[in-house]
């Protein structure tokens, strides 16, 4: 078995024989400062390694550029976070099923790098419509959201669940087909590296998941 798909048995975390996780280990190594994370160019979310010498290389799947306002009322768009290391996802603030399991979980991450201004939480409100700045204000105050740090998106709905769908692939496969009619509501969190690149997926209402991407982020943050 190739070396990378050893490596991607290995960080999915499959069970298997002591005698077959010595080898993985023997020949992946543990986590350490030099473990990579892969990319993400399709829905499907296929792991790709790819190495800076690959011709590929240039070709890395993009967050697409956006133009958004914060719970303050600023301007965000894609080179406001290039640069950072962020995890985004998508909510609104009178959701009263999934949401607040997410964002009390992101409250996790965000305590975690409160202090390093390289990381970044971006969530989009999926109802922008009644998620307007001062709205996301209001929230962010009642849930003591750091708005340096962590900002809560609003503007264009069509904009919105594009960058959702077919730039995020917060949807997976599923989003590709559905129009902006169809309401966008995903439990997943995404984690974007400094150029804009997906370099993982988890569920956000998984405390499981939240220390994986914890783990993740400080593998990003060394990277270069």
């Known amino acids: 078995m190739e070396l990378l798909k050893l490596k991607a048995v ?15 280990l ?5 986590r350490s400062n030099t473990d ?11 792991a790709e390694w790819i190495s800076k010498s690959d011709p590929a290389y240039a070709n ?11 719970q303050l009322g600023h301007g965000i768009n894609k080179d406001s976070l290039t640069g950072h290391v962020y995890v985004a996802n998508f909510f609104f603030s009178t959701c009263p099923s999934i949401c607040p399991v997410m964002m009390s979980n992101l409250q996790q991450v965000s305590h975690q790098f409160a202090d390093n201004p390289e990381v970044k939480l ?19 105050s009642i849930h003591h959201i750091n708005n ?21 692939f917060s949807e997976k496969k599923a989003g590709l087909g559905k129009d902006n ?8 969190m995404l984690l974007i590296d400094k150029k804009s690149r997906i370099r993982g997926i988890y569920t956000a209402t998984d405390t499981g998941q939240i220390k994986r991407v914890i ?10």
């Open 26 to 30: 023997l020949l992946c190594g543990c």
């Open 36 to 46: 990579t994370l892969p990319f993400y160019n399709t829905a499907d979310f296929t």
């Open 181 to 188: 009619s169809a309401f966008l509501h995903t439990e997943s």
């Open 215 to 224: 783990a993740d982020i400080y593998i990003l943050l060394k990277e270069k």
């Open 10 to 24: 290995y960080q999915r975390g499959i069970n298997m024989p002591p005698i077959a996780a010595l080898f993985l």
């Open 122 to 140: 971006v969530s989009f409100s999926v109802m922008p419509w009644r998620d307007d700045v001062k709205q996301l204000h209001d929230y962010a």
């Open 148 to 168: 340096n740090q962590w900002y809560l998106l609003t503007g264009n709905q069509n904009q919105i669940y594009n960058l959702g769908r077919r730039s995020y």
């Open 60 to 70: 890395i799947h993009t967050i697409d550029n956006f133009a958004l306002q914060n």
